[in-house]
C-alpha cells in the first residue's frame, strides 16, 4: 500500500526558510509523479511543485518560482520542498501526492495518493 508522510512544517518569520519532506513507501511503479499542494485557511487545496521520476522534470506555481526547489533522494525514497524566502501568504497546510506517470498540473484529481499534511506558518 502506499504510503506518504510528511514532515518538517513549522513555525518561521517572513524571509525564512523550511525544507518539508514526503517520505514515500510502498510504490511499485516505475513512473511516477510526486505533487506538492497546499491549503490555506479559507482557501481551495492550490498546486505549488511537482517532479516527475522518469526524467527529473519539475514544475512550479508562478507564485513559488524562484523561491521554492522541489528535489528527491533516491536512496531515502523522499522527496523536499525547500521552500526560501517564505511570506506570510504561503501559510498553509502541505500536502504531497502521488500519481502514475509525470506530473499532470495541479489537477488534484489526477493524484491517487495523499498524506495527511504538514502546516507551515509564516509570521512575526
Known amino acids: 500500500q502506499v504510503q506518504l508522510v510528511e514532515s518538517g512544517g513549522g513555525l518561521v518569520q517572513p524571509g525564512g526558510s523550511l525544507r518539508l519532506s514526503c517520505a514515500a513507501s510502498g510504490f511499485t511503479y516505475s513512473y511516477y509523479a510526486i505533487g506538492w499542494f497546499r491549503q490555506a485557511p479559507g482557501k481551495e487545496r492550490e498546486g505549488v511543485s511537482c517532479?516527475?521520476?522518469?526524467?527529473?522534470?519539475?514544475s512550479y506555481a508562478d507564485s513559488v518560482k524562484g523561491r521554492f526547489t522541489i528535489s528527491r533522494d533516491y536512496a531515502q525514497n523522499t522527496v523536499y520542498l525547500q521552500m526560501n524566502s517564505l511570506k506570510p501568504e504561503d501559510t498553509a497546510v502541505y500536502y504531497c501526492?502521488?500519481?502514475?506517470?509525470?506530473?499532470?498540473?495541479?489537477?488534484?484529481?489526477?493524484?491517487?495518493?495523499w498524506g495527511q499534511g504538514t502546516q507551515v506558518t509564516v509570521s512575526s
Open positions: 517532479m516527475s521520476s522518469s526524467d527529473g522534470s519539475t
Open positions: 501526492a502521488t500519481r502514475v506517470g509525470r506530473c499532470a498540473g495541479w489537477d488534484q484529481k489526477k493524484y491517487t495518493y
